[in-house]
């Protein structure tokens, strides 16, 4: 599958389309500008594959994208790693709270890859509307195409606000100049906008199938708008922590577990898997515990252009791919897991069986720390090297949405306490373990942070929790009592700095984030 590259004329500006989803095929295209492009309807899927690519891989390379930073952002955020060694790492500033990060690689990358993706969006949308859907001449394809524009649109700014609070809000292709008017709106107003924008894609999308031909897999669908609508309303409920963060302590705990019950009740395509291992096979992509996942794919014959996955090896160190017999994969750093979330697992979990390693020896070398080891399958080694594994990531699963709405009935949202039990003894009688009873909030993250493991989740489930400050002091308190290389967690900590390159573009027009520099 070849690359397609457009250039864009909106306001992040001079940036490309490129299309990268796993079997969204398109032609080979020269570089043309956005004014001649969409002018047939090979053109639409065209840029439409290529804001899927946008929004979900990025445009950095296969280094960065969604899955890349929610492993960077979320999991070494959390109390699940203790990720710092020299001190010179960029993952050690997210991991250490440290209050100098405005000028972090990943923190930069998850404000500007955001909006270069909507940046996409919105002149796909615009080109959409001003003519395109004649020129597509297919009411459904025309309909579910601004249902996915008004998805991924919806999806970006959802990570932006759980990142950084309060950001401007964009709808139009703007020029570089007027960008650089557009103040943040407040964590009110864009939860505003993402809702309308789910809601429009929800009303726009056909009743596809759930699983999707050959060529369409990881498109998104209702389930996968159920899903996001169900998080964002969860996320907007938590409490504010008296910040301008993603809580609002909005209450729509009810509104979220209704579209939960829909993806997890009879008659709903999706489904829990039998088997923990086997959900994140590479031989069970798009199985039906998945409601939504990025897709990659490794190298193929005649494709010089690597569409595999970095994820796999961001949280593993060099040495363990070594002991395999594999080339050393970049991560030379180790971020371990912490003896805290360590204490937690029980030795027999099929989870912990199947996704930590427990140390390796490569060479002479012994390493006795623990990491994940979830994504690793040497067998599925791409001849692209370390950024072709062939593996999806997981956005939302059937298991997820299964807890999400566990976690909606014990704040009165709907549901009773046998349910909630129901949900979390069939999850632990997977992996291997006793049923519980009397399932309490704290106990039902505790799972949470077992059942997704290595998956990005951890720090947005504290934040929900309404418990972060308080079990991340704990952490520290446990796990750097010798180093004291982590700042004691305060609340203005839940987000990020907006990146000094932003501040800067146009001095005065930000107020930067408290507690940073």
Not at 19 to 43: E, I, R
Not at 432 to 446: Q, R
Request: net charge neutral; glycine share 8%.
């Amino acid at each position: 599958m070849n690359k397609i590259k457009i250039f864009s004329i909106a306001a992040v500006a001079g940036l490309l389309f490129s299309s990268c989803a796993k079997d969204l095929d398109q032609l080979p295209l020269s570089s043309v500008t956005a004014d001649n492009f969409f002018t047939t309807k090979n053109d639409f899927i065209q840029a439409n594959n290529a804001m899927y690519s946008a929004a979900l891989r990025g445009t950095n390379g296969n280094s960065y994208g969604y899955a890349d930073r929610q492993l960077n952002l979320s999991e070494t955020r959390s109390d699940n790693l203790y990720a710092i060694t020299d001190g010179a790492r960029d993952w050690e500033g997210i991991n250490g709270l440290q209050t100098t990060i405005s000028i972090n690689g990943y923190v930069k990358e998850a404000y500007q890859a955001n909006y270069k993706a909507i940046d996409k969006i919105n002149l796909f949308l615009q080109k959409l509307e001003d003519g395109g859907r004649k020129i597509i001449g297919d009411d459904s394809l025309s309909k579910r195409f601004y249902a996915d524009a008004k998805f991924l649109r919806a999806f970006c700014y959802f990570d932006l606000v759980r990142w950084f609070g309060k950001v401007p809000l964009v709808d139009k292709t703007v020029t570089a100049q007027q960008s650089a008017t557009i103040p943040r709106s407040s964590v009110a107003d864009v939860y505003t906008f993402i809702q309308n924008d789910l809601k429009s894609a929800m009303d726009s999308m056909p009743n596809v199938a759930n699983v999707f031909t050959a060529t369409e897999k990881g498109r998104v669908n209702k389930g996968a708008i159920k899903y996001l609508s169900a998080l964002v309303s969860m996320t907007k409920s938590s409490p504010t922590y008296g910040i301008e963060g993603p809580g609002l302590a909005a209450n729509e705990w009810a509104q979220a577990y209704t579209l939960l019950n829909e993806l997890t009740t009879a008659g709903s395509p999706y489904a829990f898997g039998a088997s923990y291992p086997n959900i994140y096979s590479y031989t069970n992509e798009n199985s039906s515990e998945v409601i939504f996942d990025v897709q990659y794919y490794s190298i193929t014959s005649g494709t010089s252009q690597s569409q595999g996955a970095a994820f796999v090896w961001i949280l593993t160190p060099d040495g363990y791919f070594q002991s395999l017999g594999l080339s050393a994969q970049g991560s030379n750093y180790q971020r371990p897991i912490s003896n805290d979330f360590l204490s937690k697992f029980p030795v027999n979990d099929a989870r912990r069986v199947f996704g930590v390693q427990t140390g390796y020896t490569y060479l002479s070398t012994t390493a006795n720390y623990s990491f994940y080891k979830k994504y690793i399958d040497k067998s599925k080694y791409g001849s692209g090297g370390r950024n072709d594994w062939p593996i999806n990531y997981i956005i939302g699963t059937y298991t997820d949405a299964l807890l999400l709405k566990a976690e909606c009935t014990l704040h009165g949202g709907g549901g009773t306490q046998a349910d909630v039990d129901a949900a979390v003894n069939k999850v632990r009688t997977r992996a291997g373990l006793v049923s519980v009873t009397n399932v309490s909030l704290d106990s039902l993250f505790e799972e949470r942070r077992r059942e997704f493991h290595g998956e990005g989740k951890r720090w947005h489930d504290l934040v929900r929790s309404g418990k972060v400050v308080e079990i991340m002091n704990a952490w520290i308190t446990a796990d750097d009592a010798t180093n004291h290389r982590i700042n004691a967690m305060v609340p203005n900590f839940i987000i990020y700095p907006i990146p000094i390159a932003e501040m800067n573009v146009a001095p005065g027009l930000y107020t930067q984030n408290p507690g940073y520099d």
